[in-house]
């Protein structure tokens, strides 16, 4: 095989100048910018982040990024299992998977205007409202956009609406390669449905689910346009995403801004070392 | 008598599947009935009135797609998404698949560790680059241009593409690129010759994969070409419909559909292909 020195850096060269310029300069940038001022100009210190961590506004930030942490997390990795196990049993499967998948073609901007219908105040529009002053006709419909004790966790229910298909499809294709011996000898054995979930499928898929859970936990540090779109972050439904948006394009505050990012590349990066190792692991395998 | 009672067994199971599967489509299909209704009925009746009434023709239009598509322009936004999107995944792919067989094929110092940073990279909150990229960008003075978006989004697909196809390229056998180089091959011909007609699949995975991402990026868009009607894409549009629309919000639905359609389109002609670049794309156990 002829060597040349020179031709991986040809192949490789243009992806790793393009990584630098739009990735690793910028986010090595951000971190400097975090200490200036407004318009990074002045040296401020710590000043953006004492201001991260002690406005009202951040704080209902975090808050609701945790609330969307754990149910978000939760309800779309343990619901995508349960319907990929159920569906795994009919025949109408794909037909069944396609609808449930269908949201993750969709935009968030899309998606959001969907709901924005279902959560509708007027009954004769909005879907919720309708059951709601059906079954209970004294009750008053319910603002779920715009009353701040559900509003979060309306945009919940549109994110997992959105994404638990993303989980199903992964973890479907997991729980097909459970190899139907195991399986069949222990039914043999006498063990029923639910002890084959938990004994045999769930640690056989251990690795999997770590995987999705760690995608929806990026998805959720992240998360921006359902809460654009939806409500713009008010009614107590901002998150840390929306607030770095606010602070660079309407408060103009480049400084608050990197240091919000900064928070969030922060709180992403045991995901990412997590990720790293998992790959390492996975090389060393080969 | 055997048979029956495993049906009746099974019963509850279809049951909860046939819920489920009902109740995920029914937000998207209440918009798509509303999309062609009339303001009237829309305001006065909920959707799903029309399992009560279907021919009762007074409430349907197409009213709301014209009048979104030219008083709206939605029609110059879907073609500025077009414009967007093409060029912002034909690129990323194209400069990825030569990295990906460098990493995939070639011997060079530190390639593992430069590997190991691209899947690092998969994770960094896009938010980390928006100041320094933006100040670029305006100093280049592309802020509001398709040239700004189609680099950003290059940029930003990279690590994932990289990753997707070297791991694919990884999986080919290694005699199949050895032959070829001890026939005489040059790296460049075996990546034309072998290399990309093998990874068809994946790149058609990645293909839909960056597509979708783009068509429905709102916040790089957001970002780096603003809202002016001339150059915003869809997402932009719509989500800009939702809070100016006022007395108007009957329009929202059919703006939504219209900003839609394309990927939907795309979804079911190529859902083989988007499931397998998603199996992909997770880092496997």
Known sequence: MRRVRYLPWLYAGPTLLLLILFLVYPSLDTVRLSLLGPNSETF???????????????????????????LFTVVTVA?????????????????????????????????????????????????LNAILTGLFPNADPVGWLVNSNVATYALITTGIWMWTGFAMVILSAAVKDVPQEIMESARIDGANEWQLFWRI?????????????????INVLKVFDLVYVMTAGRYQTNVIANQMYKELYINRQNGRASAISVILLVAIIPVMLFNIRRFQEQEAMR | MNKI????????LHIVVITIALVWMTPSLGVLVNSFRTPQAMKTSGWWMMFVN??????????????????QDLAI????????????????????AFAAY???WMEFPGRQILFSIVVGLLVVPLQMTFV????????????????AIWAAHTGYGLPFAVYLLRNFLGTLPKDLFESAWLDGASYWTAFWRLAVPLSVPSLASLAIFQFLWVWNDLLVALIYLGGTRRVAPLTVRVANLVNSLGADWHLLPAAAFISMALPLVVFFSMQRYFVRGILAGSVKG
């Open chain 2, 102 to 104: 460098a990493f995939a």
């Open chain 1, 201 to 217: 499928t769930v640690p056989y898929i251990g690795s999997t689910i770590a995987v999705v859970t760690t995608t929806m936990i």
């Open chain 1, 44 to 70: 401020v210190a710590l000043e953006n982040y004492k201001y991260a961590f002690t406005t009202n506004e951040m704080w209902t930030a975090f808050r609701n990024n945790a609330v969307w942490l754990i």
């Open chain 1, 79 to 127: 619901g995508g299992l349960i319907i990929a196990v159920l569906l795994d049993r009919v025949k109408y499967e794909p037909v069944a998977k396609s609808l449930i998948f269908l949201p993750q073609a969709i935009s968030f901007v899309g998606a959001g205007v969907i709901w924005k219908f279902v959560y509708d105040y007027n009954p004769n529009v909005g879907l």
């Open chain 2, 54 to 71: 279907p021919f009762d023709f007074t409430q349907w239009t197409l009213e709301n797609y014209a009048t979104v598509l030219t008083a």
């Open chain 2, 132 to 147: 320094p990229v933006y100040t670029l960008f305006n100093r280049l003075g592309i802020t509001g241009t398709f040239i």
């Open chain 2, 77 to 96: 936004s879907f073609r500025n998404s077009l414009l967007i999107t093409i060029p912002a995944t034909v690129l990323p792919i194209l400069i990825a």
């Open chain 2, 5 to 12: 009672k495993k049906l009746l067994g099974r019963f509850p």
